[in-house]
């Protein structure tokens, strides 16, 4: 059975950081490709950051130079750092592979 579980959200003041978790478990993110999605209150679900297994990196424009995906393929767990948060970045966010979601954990930027 695979699972995909998100973890590190929270509520957080503008210009803050965190560090989102996604660990998998029944399948190995060593062979697939990691994507973190989200989906503000309203709003379709956007990809915002991609990993590959070759460690190419792909970032939507809203949040290029603030993101940064990163793996450890050792815990099998993919992460998002985010730096210098803004209320827009509000939303619950995802981790997908290989047509696998998890459920999500929510992200609030405000003062």
């Known amino acids: 059975q695979v699972q995909l579980v998100e973890s590190g959200g929270g509520l957080v003041q503008p210009g803050g950081s965190l560090r989102l978790s996604c660990a998998a478990s029944?399948?190995?993110?060593?062979?697939?490709?990691v994507s973190w999605y989200r989906q503000a209150s309203g709003k379709q679900r956007n990809l915002v950051a991609r990993?590959?297994?070759?460690?190419?990196?792909y970032y939507a424009d809203s949040v290029k130079g603030r993101f940064t995906i990163s793996r450890d393929y050792a815990k099998n767990t993919v992460y998002l750092q985010m730096v210098s948060l803004k209320p827009e970045d509000t939303a619950v966010y995802y981790c997908?592979?290989?047509?696998?979601w998890g459920r999500g954990t929510q992200v609030t930027v405000s003062s």
């Open positions: 997908y592979s290989d047509s696998y």
């Open positions: 029944g399948i190995l993110f060593s062979f697939n490709t």
């Open positions: 990993i590959t297994t070759d460690g190419s990196t």
